[in-house]
């Protein structure tokens, strides 16, 4: 059995969601006056190796991962998460650089890129919400994705476990309109999709915030981005100085989460 396998099939699984880490190649260049994302990221791994690794089983990467789109900054992720020696399940963002990604991430045995993740009490499926060749930055469930959303959930079929889809953008408005103009667009008939489902929650990225928004009995959470988070309830570009992550305990009951958000000093 490897390692993976030996991980995720305890009756309780932690896992961390990391979103928006926005890193560039070069250490020293600046994601917003004041913020450098590269060591915003270092300084949220520091804080899991210290709080929450020991009895973290996987990662979540949910997007938006580079800022400069460049293999070396994907590379800079690898060699980073590596050190946690966790297996890593990740989704492009609107900001990433697909083709590079895949690249970089494909030579590491920990990085995987999967439409289904199957764990004792929980079904997890994973989503590409990034419209090719939009640079506004809103999503998009192609017709290739959504397909890979049919076949899941006809895969899973009637089932006792609890179904979570796992995404870049986000499917419900969070309150912060500076952000909600930029969800993903064709929404309507994925909500359909998950509803028909009853798929129990949704995790995004894309919003800069720790978030918990409960629609038509759907649960919506978002974790913090590393390097800085939007203000709650914009409608213009403004962020805060503070960086985090968010973790999750799944059990046969259910799920809960708790987010870490500290001030970037």
């Known amino acids: 059995m490897s390692l993976v396998n030996q991980q995720l099939v305890s009756d309780a699984i932690k896992v961390i969601q990391l979103t928006d880490t926005h890193v560039f190649s070069d250490d020293q260049k600046f994601y917003y006056p004041g913020i450098r994302s590269n060591q915003t990221f270092d300084a949220v791994l ?17 997007g938006d991962v580079s800022q400069d789109e460049t293999k070396e900054s994907y590379q800079y992720i ?24 895949t690249e970089v991430f494909a030579q590491s045995k920990l990085f995987f890129r999967i439409p289904r993740l199957s764990l004792p009490h929980w079904e997890f499926i994973f989503l590409n919400t990034q419209l090719v060749g939009d640079t506004t930055g809103i999503g998009y469930v192609s017709a290739v994705e959504m397909k890979v959303l049919d076949d899941a959930l006809a895969q899973i079929g009637e089932t006792n476990k609890s179904i979570a889809v796992v995404l870049h953008h986000h499917l419900t408005e969070v309150g912060t309109p500076f952000i909600d103009r930029l969800m993903v667009q064709n929404r309507a008939e994925v909500l359909q ?5 009853r798929v129990k929650l949704v995790i995004h990225g894309h919003v800069h915030g720790d978030y918990r928004v409960i629609r038509d009995e759907i649960v919506f959470e978002s974790a913090p981005a590393t390097c800085a988070q939007l203000k709650k309830g914009i409608t213009e570009f403004a962020v805060e100085k503070k960086i985090g992550y968010k973790t999750y305990c799944f059990t046969s009951r259910g799920y809960d989460s708790v987010t870490s958000l500290w001030e970037n000093n």
């Open 78 to 101: 690898v060699d980073r998460l590596t050190m946690l020696n966790l297996p890593v399940y990740w989704v492009p963002g609107n900001h990433d650089n697909v083709s590079a990604m």
């Open 193 to 197: 999709k998950l509803m028909a489902a």
């Open 46 to 62: 520091q804080r899991i190796q210290q709080n929450d690794l020991a009895d973290t089983q996987c990662i979540f990467l949910t």
